[in-house]
């Protein structure tokens, strides 16, 4: 036998909860790494107010000379004319005289050569060129991990740290939303589920959660009552079994003890002469009681059957019906009772098993003679009616008890009041 191997998986609530941890921290991390991109910034040489501007004294001399020579740079002094007056450090140019067009040009294209940075300054009879070296100018990023944590002297740092917590408070509300609209709910599902597998009877769920976990409930709740009865009906037909079997012995018990008692004093020659024939008579009578009970029982079972299936054909049940009648006609007509058949003389077709509904009309016509004890009349009718068939038989005699007409279609159930060999099977009506 090969053994089938179960897979177990994580519950669909850790699942939840640890997508929506997981999509939590790749927030945090985006909302972190455009924070931290906010505090980074770029300083060194890049822009005309990043480098080192002229600073001159009263007497024209150059005060922050130092600083630009440091960087590697020089300052030309030009009058209104454009042409150099003055050098302020190394000169690392040959031009000494210069026009508008090629300062602009120079000053937007940070000259043509791309050796140098040009940068202009105004001043009283001229300008101030600045020169600096490409290899001066440099990108500095400065990044302060201690600026987004000074939560006493950083604003944005408060704000960081204010996001990341409600971020956090954030999977902990949705983590125990789930638990509460999710995870219980399921929770009682399976709980419902392993009660009714221990035996327990009438489970039934009571949530108010939603819509979808409702309707999982209503359906559970009809599937546990449907189950429940279910099981009274099993339990109903097994005590019918039980009590079909008991009833069924007993019944076959009396007619046997007769056939063998008759059989007994036939083989021992305690008969006479003049009863021979009462008794061979009763012994094949309780004999046909005995094969009809069994045919009876038979059919019963059969017909309870899953694959038991009508041999449904296309018959005549007018002419099938006059036959019957023709059966019981003399029985019942020396029985006292007037016998009122109204029966179509033209065929009337239907899709049936002949042989069950034969039995079905027998079994009728039998209890109407066997049972009314007050009446006189017994009729059988039958009429179409558009696209259906209609088939009766009545009789005048008392009506069935209350108590009887709930279980009269049930196996050994007799309309007498006490057990008699001469009664029926108690199995017609329940074939019917």
Request: aromatic letters at 10%; one cysteine or more; glycine letters at 8%.
């Amino acid at each position: 036998m090969t053994e089938v191997k179960k897979h177990r998986k994580g519950s669909i609530f850790r699942k939840l909860i640890a997508s929506y941890v997981i999509f939590s921290f790749f927030a945090i991390l985006i909302v972190i790494g455009v924070a931290l991109a906010a505090t980074v910034w770029v300083t060194g040489i890049g822009e005309k107010s990043g480098f080192p501007g002229v600073s001159a004294g009263e007497n024209g001399e150059i005060l922050n000379m130092v600083s630009i020579q440091n960087l590697g740079g020089w300052v030309e002094e030009l009058d209104e004319e454009y042409q150099v007056k003055n050098i302020y450090g190394e000169k690392l140019t040959g031009s000494m005289q210069y026009t508008p067009e090629t300062l602009l040009e120079w000053t937007d294209q940070r000259t043509g050569n791309g050796d140098f940075h040009l940068y202009w300054q105004k001043k009283e009879g001229g300008l101030y060129l600045i020169f600096y070296p490409v290899k001066a100018y440099s990108v500095t990023y400065n990044f302060e991990v201690n600026s987004i944590f000074a939560f006493s002297s950083d604003i944005g740092g408060r704000a960081g740290l204010l996001l990341i917590f409600l971020l956090l408070a954030d999977v902990l509300l949705v983590s125990f939303y789930i638990l509460r609209k999710i995870h219980r709910p399921l929770q009682n599902l399976v709980m419902g589920m392993k009660r009714v597998a221990q035996g327990e009877e009438r489970v039934e769920l009571s949530m108010q959660t939603e819509k979808e976990f409702v309707e999982i409930q209503e359906a559970f709740n009809h599937m546990t009552e449907e189950l429940y009865a279910q099981k009274a009906e099993n339990e109903k037909m097994s005590k019918n079994r039980q009590k079909m079997l008991l009833e069924l012995s007993h019944d076959i018990k009396t007619p046997v003890a007769t056939i063998k008692s008759y059989a007994f004093a036939l083989q021992e020659g305690i008969v006479s002469e003049t009863e021979l024939d009462k008794y061979y008579r009763t012994i094949a009578l309780k004999a046909d009681r005995v094969d009809t009970m069994a045919a009876d029982l038979f059919t019963m079972l059969k017909m309870e059957s899953a694959d038991y299936a009508l041999e449904l054909k296309k018959m005549d049940l007018a002419e099938m019906t006059r036959r019957i009648c023709a059966e019981f006609y003399e029985e019942l007509t020396e029985a006292g009772f007037d016998f009122v058949i109204g029966i179509p003389e033209y065929a009337i077709y239907v899709n049936a098993d002949e042989k069950l509904l034969s039995r079905v009309v027998s079994n009728l016509l039998n209890n109407a003679g066997k049972y009314n004890r007050t009446g006189k009349r017994i009729e059988i009718r039958l009429e179409e009616r558009g696209e259906e068939v209609h088939l009766w038989v009545k009789d005048d005699g008392k009506p069935i008890e209350p108590e009887l007409q709930d279980t009269m279609f049930s196996a050994f159930v007799r309309g007498e009041s006490t057990r008699s060999t001469k009664g029926g099977t108690g199995l017609g009506l329940a074939i019917a």
